[in-house]
């Protein structure tokens, strides 16, 4: 199979503006994003999308492969966009988020692999979450996922509520888990959900993803043991900075 990664990176943030540019530890963020993807064995080719000539510029300059797109409401059309564009024929498509400075290269790998059945048109990751307060933090996005290992339901909140128990000892009780925000489609499906039209679960929990499984497409999922960081606020990229200097980068 051929896969691309892409990597889309939308300059305005309300939280972060620009933060795709922000220094960490001496490279822009975005930077560092490209360079870890670019460390998975499974791309065959790895392209930053972007609304911001300053941006592909960052990743010119280091030899990448960047281009301009046009305005999008998410980072799945911005992927289309670009498959769309292309000439070259890749089976799947892993999206990337712009802003996890610090994603593992085996983590694409691993998701890779779950295209690997013939069954599989949609998949992510989802990491087993170990603190209560991962759990309580509406920012994590918690997955359930069924005995097949497809998402059957994404949310802020913690679920499932379990009513007769401490909230204190669920993670005791329960295997929650984390999602691990990078998606792979088929480049078919691609095409397919970048034209769906907007459901109510998305619009109330502010999930793209939810809008799929409302649809009807199922969701592999696969377990990593590698956590993420999404710089979102200022005090997210004071982790990452520290992050980088523990790296020594």
């Given at each position: 199979m051929k896969f691309i990664g892409i990597i889309p990176s939308r300059y305005d943030s309300t939280r972060l503006?620009?933060?795709p540019l922000l220094d960490i530890g001496?490279?822009?963020?975005?930077?560092?994003?490209?360079?870890?993807?670019?460390?998975?064995?499974s791309l065959d080719k790895v392209i930053v999308a972007t609304d911001n000539e300053e941006i592909?510029?960052?990743?010119?300059?280091?030899?990448?492969?960047?281009?301009?797109?046009g305005v999008h409401n998410n980072g799945t059309e911005r992927c289309n966009e670009i498959i769309e564009k292309m000439d070259e024929h890749f089976d799947a498509v892993i999206n990337i988020q712009g802003d996890e400075p610090f994603i593992q290269p085996e983590q694409i790998d691993l998701?890779?692999?779950?295209f690997h059945s013939a069954g599989t048109n949609l998949a992510t990751?989802?990491?087993?979450?170990?603190s209560n307060?991962?759990?309580?933090?509406?920012?994590?996005i918690k997955v359930i996922r069924n005995k097949n290992g497809d998402a059957i339901y994404f949310s802020r909140t913690a679920l499932p509520f379990m009513r007769d128990k401490e909230r204190s000892g669920w993670l005791r009780e329960h295997d929650y888990f984390k999602h691990i925000q990078m998606y792979g489609y088929r480049s078919e499906t691609l095409k397919e959900v970048a034209n769906l039209e907007p459901t109510f679960l998305e619009r109330a929990e502010?999930?793209?993803?939810?809008?799929?499984?409302?649809?009807?497409?199922?969701i592999k999922t696969a377990i990593t043991e590698?956590?993420?960081?999404?710089?979102?606020?200022?005090?997210?990229?004071?982790?990452?900075?520290l992050i980088s200097e523990g790296m020594k980068l």
């Open positions: 503006p620009g933060k001496g490279k822009s963020m975005i930077q560092r994003v490209y360079e870890q993807v670019s460390l998975s064995k592909r510029d960052v990743i010119l300059k280091i030899g990448g492969e960047a281009v301009i797109t998701l890779c692999t779950c990751l989802v990491r087993k979450i170990v307060d991962d759990l309580d933090d509406t920012s994590v502010s999930l793209e993803q939810l809008r799929w499984l409302e649809h009807g497409y199922i590698h956590d993420s960081l999404s710089v979102d606020t200022p005090e997210d990229l004071k982790k990452a900075e």
